[in-house]
């Protein structure tokens, strides 16, 4: 197979990360992600057959690490309900031009044990998704009976483990958690642990999404500044999503992920693969290509990324920069499903 044919989509955007859903089940039930009306014992996840194996993963991870891809991030559903994860980040870790393997976790399952295991294979960092400090609002918005102290043990884990940087997702959600934006923000004041505070998306069409619950990039930011005064800070990269900022008085950075009210798409260089192996290449896409069934037919390596080449040079997806009423209505996949 050829190596290193680094492609650029319509946009002239090339390809550079790789968001790998490991499994669509969760431990969780966010109400904006899994609300347990619609992801209860009903409904229909991925049966085992259809989960990519580790080995179809890895291959796969090849092909575009030979398009351009440098960094992967693997994520679900909960990525560390799948067993023996650290296989597969070792096979990752192998893959010639992969420079960088992170991993999203809602962190409960995160024991020393996992974490050190997590390490050896070759992740380099994780990010661990908390709304809130207080269990009150932690457990309304997880929908799970126990509180917060297990999340933050995770993240004494992740420090021990040096999964560094270690960043936090809070999704910030207008009417369930804008009071925990400060008292989450001194949390990690000063802590090297970097919070980045994310806008509700309308990803699939559960999540009874709409406008009014979005607290704003705007918004976050005049609450965080009233308190803790910030300034914007230079990019590390083109393309980075988190909008950085740094608190005036040196304690460190926070993000800010502005989705819905600042798009990004003119440098989005992700492309996501389901963990039935259907590759998108927009988080807000309603159709993915069936990779899995590429690879179980026998195709070979040149045949995969002729295929996935075709596709991220044809790739036209700017979603948040065309949202409207009507698109938001769209069938769209769903968080757990496609990864975050
Ligand atoms: N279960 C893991 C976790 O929660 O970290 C990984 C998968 S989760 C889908 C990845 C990230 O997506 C999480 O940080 C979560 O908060 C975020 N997320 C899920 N639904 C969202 C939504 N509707 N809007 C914004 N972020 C969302
Ligand atoms: Fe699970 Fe993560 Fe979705 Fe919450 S955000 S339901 S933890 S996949
Ligand atoms: Fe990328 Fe789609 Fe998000 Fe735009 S909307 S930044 S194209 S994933």
Known sequence: ??????????????????????????????????????????????????????????RISKVFSCLGVKKIRLTGGEPLLRKKLPILIEQLANVNGIEDISLTTNGVLLTKE?????????????????????????????????????????IDVALAADLLPVKINMVVKRGDNEHSIIPMAKHFHGSGIILRLIEFMDVGSTNHWQMDDVFTAKEIVEVINQELPIE???????????????????????????????????????????????????????????????????????????????????RTDRYSEQRT????????????????
């Open 1 to 58: 197979m050829e190596t290193n044919t680094h492609i650029l989509d319509t946009l002239s955007r090339p390809i550079r990360d790789l968001r790998i859903s490991v499994t669509d089940r969760c431990n969780f039930r966010c109400t904006y992600c899994m609300p347990k009306e619609v992801f209860n014992s009903d409904y229909k996840f991925l049966r085992r057959d259809d989960l990519l194996s580790f080995e179809e993963i890895t």
């Open 114 to 154: 996992v974490a050190q295991q997590l390490k050896d294979a070759g992740l380099k960092r994780i990010t661990i998704s908390l709304d809130a400090l207080d269990d009150e609002t932690f457990k309304a918005i997880s929908d799970v009976k126990f509180g917060v102290e297990k999340v933050l043990k995770a």
């Open 232 to 314: 914007p800070a230079e990019a590390n990269y083109h393309g980075e999503v988190a909008k950085r900022w740094q608190y005036k008085d040196g304690g460190g950075e926070i993000g800010i992920i502005s989705s819905v009210t600042q798009p990004f798409c003119q440098s989005c260089t992700r492309a996501r693969l389901s963990a039935e192996g259907k590759l998108y290449t927009c988080l807000f896409a309603t159709q993915g290509k069936d990779l899995r069934h590429l690879i179980r037919e026998g195709a070979n390596d040149e045949h995969i990324s002729d295929v996935v080449s075709a596709i991220w040079k044809k």
């Open 325 to 340: 009423s009507e698109t938001v209505l769209l069938p769209k996949v769903e968080m757990s499903y496609i990864g975050g």
